[in-house]
């Protein structure tokens, strides 16, 4: 029988002593935890190892016992050592030793119980893995992924077992933090047995944390109250905040940050990967602020970039500042934008590609629209004087981060041209009701008529009157639909020009909301903190002599870190299928493409 013996690389070095660690009997595997190291008094290992049983629920148990030769002779040890296995009486025994003047290493397993011959032990082979303690601890092992070639058994088995080896080295934290100084009675050797493996900064930004961390949760839960007065739930002021960008990405930012600096612990290990939310396993809530600083840095250092260039393009040495008379050249932009708007319309006035249109349809319309072109230049002039102190406010609002600037663009874009909006629905509105007269009429000429109670069409007799208006209305609106058509066309294209800006806005600033930018950069800077598996290089392999195995972790792939850690965004998706779109379009519907998180379907 084979037996897997798991040695943490850090007690290689260890004193002479105990072999303290799990027994996992399904896999006929032992896990090392721990090096007892001599004198010690076998009560005080005991007490110990109950305690650490009780606070982390792990069955913690003397394997057997470790000889290092470079140090202790082995003479002085052997009676003393072969005593052990009465005292700790476990099955099988575990016997490593470092032989003196050679590389290799002497592995043993024996059974006092179940020998066949009194007084003679069954030695079992046994296969020494290293592992390195502190990669296993920090590792949060993910389910592998079966390929289509291998069998389903074999990978859930494997799986298995090396997330109850994973398991067995996170649990036992409560063994690594005892104190190991030399007023200890039980001296224990481990990967943090020398002390915390951090600088004098690391250590004062964890005690700081914390309390920074209340701080912060507890503005939040300020600014919660404040937002659930009965004064912003008033009409119009939820339907204004619904529609905007801005509102919606400030309102997600603000729950995850509440999220990432909640007093609750995470529920499980790819909640802190994903959030750094609370603390896990006993650790202190510094894995939220290091998780907050990461979207804030990549989110806020190019909103401030934008709010430097702003600074230099409104400064007191740009050309219109120092005179007030001339307008501002964003206002100069969107007078330009009207003016050819101005000439589209006197275009669709007249013979527009050469075609017939009906000219007095045509007129009424063009002049319609030429007004409310008159009316919004008319507009811009008399905001231009707040045009300057508005966008420089607007580019302070940028320092909350990427995102935010980003909505906020797409509600100036929505507001800048809410004149094309206009143009739209007018031209939608008379579109639609003349394919809708069309269709009725057409189903007049059938002897049908739609059934409003059934919703269905039904038979029906009309009398000769009936029929006489009715051909005669087909005749004017199919007459009248190319002017109306050409108009619906001209501005639906631009309101689709328009919408397909703002979607890929959206589109952008859901994809910079879900990426998990803490995943990555721990898969970045530290990849054995998000495991994908294990690999295992041979260090040695001699006839007679025991394998020696090197465990290393397989870090995760960033395509798998960014598809498991993915958070949840805003929620803008488009609404419609392409069939449905393309329905609507030609009927004539209102299309908004682009819906919030808090919408209903259609």
Not at 3 to 12: Q, R, V
Not at 290 to 318: D, F, R
Request: net charge positive; glycine share 6%.
């Amino acid at each position: 029988m084979v037996l897997k013996a798991f040695f943490p690389t850090c007690c290689t070095l260890a004193d002479s002593g105990l072999l303290v660690g799990r027994w996992i009997p399904e896999q006929s595997s032992a896990v090392v935890l721990a090096v007892v190291h001599f004198p010690f008094i076998p009560i005080q290992v005991k007490e110990l190892l109950a305690q650490v049983q009780q606070a982390s629920q792990v069955g913690l148990v003397v394997l057997g016992t470790w000889c290092h030769h470079k140090q202790e002779p082995e003479e002085s040890l052997g009676h003393f050592l072969e005593g052990l296995g009465t005292i700790f009486s476990h099955e099988p025994w575990l016997q490593l030793c470092w032989e003196k003047g050679s590389k290799f290493w002497s592995c043993k397993a024996t059974h006092q119980q179940s020998s066949t011959i009194p007084g003679v032990p069954i030695e079992d082979h046994v296969m020494l893995i290293f592992y390195d303690q502190r990669k296993v601890l920090l590792s949060y092992l993910h389910p592998p992924t079966v390929l289509p070639d291998c069998q389903a058994g074999d990978a859930t088995a494997s799986a298995e077992g090396l997330a109850a080896i994973f398991d067995t080295v996170s649990r036992s934290e409560a063994l690594f933090c005892k104190n190991q100084f030399d007023e200890d009675p039980v001296r224990l050797s481990h990967w943090q047995s020398e002390g915390l493996e951090a600088s004098i900064l690391v250590e004062l930004a964890k005690k700081a944390s914390g309390p920074v961390c209340l701080l912060v949760a507890c503005l939040l839960s300020l600014v919660s109250a404040a937002s659930a007065c009965r004064l912003w739930k008033l009409w119009p002021l939820p339907f204004i905040a619904s529609k905007f960008s801005t509102c919606e990405q400030l309102r997600h930012r603000f729950e995850h940050l509440t999220l990432v600096f909640s007093t609750q612990k995470a529920r499980g290990p790819a909640q802190l990967m994903r959030f750094g939310q609370g603390s896990f396993k006993g650790r202190p809530t510094c894995w939220s602020l290091c998780s907050w600083m990461w979207p804030l840095a990549s989110h806020c250092c190019p909103g401030s970039i934008a709010v430097t260039e702003l600074g230099n393009l409104l400064t007191p040495s740009s050309p219109w500042l120092t005179n007030p008379c001339p307008p501002h050249p964003h206002v100069m932009s969107l007078q330009h934008v009207a003016e050819e708007l101005q000439h589209l319309l006197q275009w669709l006035m007249g013979a527009p590609a050469g075609l017939k249109m009906n000219r007095a349809l045509d007129q009424v319309l063009g002049r319609f629209f030429l007004y409310h072109i008159h009316l919004w230049i008319s507009y811009i002039h008399l905001m231009s004087p707040f045009i300057e102190r508005i966008l420089w406010h607007v580019g302070l609002s940028a320092c909350l981060g990427l995102t935010v600037a980003l909505s906020i663009l797409s509600d100036i874009l929505a507001l800048l041209t809410f004149h094309i909006y206009c143009f739209y629905v007018y031209g939608a509105r008379l579109y639609c009701l003349k394919i809708y007269g069309l269709s009725s009429l057409w189903r007049l000429f059938r002897g049908k008529k739609w059934n409003v109670l059934r919703q269905r069409v039904d038979s029906c007799s009309y009398d000769l009157d009936q029929l006489f208006v009715g051909t005669l209305l087909f005749t004017i609106l199919i007459f009248l639909l190319p002017t109306t058509a050409l108009y619906y066309l001209v501005f639906t294209l631009l309101r689709l020009l328009v919408v397909t800006v703002q979607g890929l806005i959206h589109l952008l600033v859901d994809l910079i909301n879900s990426l998990p930018l803490y995943s990555l950069g721990l898969r970045l800077c530290r990849p054995y903190r998000l495991a994908a598996g294990v690999k295992f290089r041979v260090l040695e392999h001699e006839a007679g002599r025991p394998l020696r195995l090197m465990m290393q972790i397989n870090p995760l792939p960033y395509s798998n870190v960014v598809h498991t850690y993915r958070l949840p965004t805003c929620g803008c998706h488009p609404k419609h299928s392409w069939g449905s779109l393309c329905r609507k379009l030609f009927f004539g519907e209102l299309i908004y493409p682009w819906k919030q998180k808090g919408d209903k379907q259609d």
